[in-house]
């Protein structure tokens, strides 16, 4: 099924982006891993609010924009999935 | 007293610490993140040092920086607000470590608090009530059965590995609990890998209400009336009054004398609160002592003339307490409304950004805790308690008047706010009657499930 069609996964609002559950737990995911939708791809922390960032296709992770725990603006570029 | 306190904290609470400080001519210290160079408090203390990133466990939850900062600026006392290092006993001891004093519970009492098993074992053998439960796990039904005769039906049956209210189930009768128990059982086996089950009754629609407690060093206890903190969402309270529609007097003097009880039972030092569930039947059960200034304190501060934060220092400071409740010029009904920068229409999401518009409100009977002003932009890291609301007159229906027209005057835009939800409660016959429990706030709005895409 793969068509090499690109899809960008944006932040929702502004907040700290957080690639692992807890600091001691491993990252939800890793470039080249194989996602499925509705597969949580990473944390976004807004005032204290932790919302779980959705993968919005099946896919493979192709790039991982923010480092972990830094702080993002709305619509700040996150994920690239290629669709499959 | 002291001659300069260093506030450990930021946002309306740091405000609060800093006017007492300066009514009392002592001079403050202001603590801030990167990300609070713009924040009120800094420009109302008479000293500001930078205690790191903006991320709060780099600045806020930063205890030696903070302990660094009071030595370089020769504070002798540091006051924690509530949150963040307030109730963390590592704090309280770095700061004795340290010889500043921590305006707060000795370290012990936090250490306690934090304890929430030997918490409730010490209040039982103090005569404070607890809620009935299981001594421990319990294992085999016919266990179960002849527990829940003792404790009284209903009864809460949940894994003893569990968290987070998941595996809790309610069962209203034997016939229910011999259906459930095998299947929780079960459940606590495959969600937790143990298939112990502890058993609590139930209480059935309850109320939270809590009492302020203020104690020195010498031993003695005061109770300073209830709080009324039923109508919550997910366990955050929203709107706070004192005194409490429910509370008869003779409730009253049995919960305050049940809390000064609690406070003597763990040798409490300064200012605490001790938080209990009422049922329909005036039965309370102790549930925690929270031991730091409370964000809805206010409401206790109109209704008793007593400035807390003020008793604090004082008491700190090795002040001696010399009333108690009766003693207190008691008067009047407070109300406040905690606003949120949340969106209620969207599941409380956060609201974030620069108040381009603010206009609050003002006039008899409002006092207004805020760090807010026009042209602030409100940091990403925090939390989103952006103002507290409180409404005082002699009598509830007064404060409710007062409250409700307030509300009208206040503007924050674009930010989304808990405004307009406080303002449909304020018209709402049965908050207006005093009749709620914990779980009031659904019929505004749903209990949604943010897993539910």
């Known amino acids: 099924m793969a068509n090499g069609k690109k899809v960008e996964v944006r932040a929702p609002m502004s907040g700290v982006f957080y690639r692992r559950p807890a600091p001691d737990q491993p990252p939800y995911v890793e470039v080249g891993d194989t996602v499925n939708k509705k597969q949580v791809l990473a944390l976004l922390e807004t005032m204290k609010v932790f919302q779980k960032v959705k993968c919005p296709v099946n896919g493979k992770i192709l790039e991982i924009v923010p480092q972990s725990e830094t702080p993002l603006k709305d619509d700040d570029l996150m994920f690239i999935i290629e669709v499959g | 007293m002291f001659n300069k306190i260093l506030v450990a904290n930021r946002g309306e609470i740091a405000l609060r610490v800093i006017r007492a400080c300066r009514e009392s001519g002592i001079k403050c210290v202001a603590v801030y993140s990167e990300a609070d160079e713009a924040s009120l408090h800094l420009k109302l203390a008479d000293e500001q040092i930078c205690i790191g990133p903006a991320i709060s466990s780099k600045s806020y939850l930063n205890i030696e920086s903070i302990i660094n900062a009071a030595g370089q600026t ?5 006051h924690p607000g509530y949150g963040y290092l307030a109730e963390k006993e590592e704090f309280a001891q770095a700061c004795a470590d340290n010889n500043i004093v921590f305006i707060g519970p000795t370290p012990e009492n936090l250490k306690l608090a934090g304890d929430k098993i030997t918490a409730k074992k010490i209040m039982e053998e103090a005569g404070v009530p607890v809620i009935p439960s299981s001594p421990g796990g319990v294992i085999s039904l016919d266990e179960a059965v002849g527990l829940c005769a003792e404790v009284g039906y209903p009864v809460m049956v949940k894994a003893s590995g569990g968290g987070g209210g998941r595996g809790i189930r309610i069962c209203k009768d034997e016939n229910v609990l011999r ?8 459940e606590a086996a495959a969600a937790f890998g143990n298939d112990e089950l502890y058993i609590e009754k139930f209480v059935q629609e309850p109320r939270h209400i809590e009492f302020q407690i203020l104690a020195d060093r010498f031993g003695n206890v005061a109770h300073l009336g209830e709080r009324e ?3 919550q969402r997910r366990y955050q309270k929203l709107i706070e009054e004192s005194p409490s529609p429910r509370l008869t007097p003779e409730l009253r003097t049995a919960m305050g004398d049940a809390a000064i009880r609690a406070g003597n039972a763990v040798n409490y030092f300064n200012a605490g609160t001790v938080e209990f569930l009422l049922d329909k039947n005036d039965n309370f059960y102790f549930m925690e002592v929270n031991a730091r200034i409370q964000v809805e304190h206010p409401i206790t501060e109109l209704t008793t003339g007593v400035d807390l934060v003020k008793e604090q ?14 003693d207190l010029p008691k008067r009047g009904w407070a109300i406040e409304c905690r606003i949120n920068a949340e969106d209620p ?19 008899y009977g409002v006092r207004l805790d805020t760090h807010l002003y026009q042209g602030y932009e409100l940091p990403i890291f925090y939390d989103s308690l952006i103002a507290k609301l409180v409404s005082f007159d002699l009598t509830r229906d007064g404060a409710i008047s007062i409250m409700r027209r307030a509300l009208d005057e206040f503007i924050i835009s674009p930010l989304k706010t808990t405004i307009p939800l406080y303002r449909k409660i304020m018209d709402d016959s049965s908050f207006q009657k005093g009749d709620f429990h914990t779980g009031y706030i659904n019929k505004f709005v749903p209990d949604e499930d943010e897993d539910e895409d």
Not at chain 2, 313 to 326: P, Q, T, V, Y
Not at chain 2, 350 to 361: I, N, R
């Open chain 2, 229 to 231: 903190c039923t109508i």
């Open chain 2, 313 to 326: 220092i004082r008491l700190a400071a090795d002040g001696k307490l010399d009333f108690s409740f009766e």
């Open chain 2, 179 to 186: 259906e459930d128990f095998p299947i929780a059982k079960a």
């Open chain 2, 74 to 78: 020769g504070a002798e006392a540091i």
């Open chain 2, 345 to 363: 229409d969207r599941n409380f999401l956060p609201s974030p950004g620069v108040v381009e518009k603010y206009q609050p409100p003002g006039g």
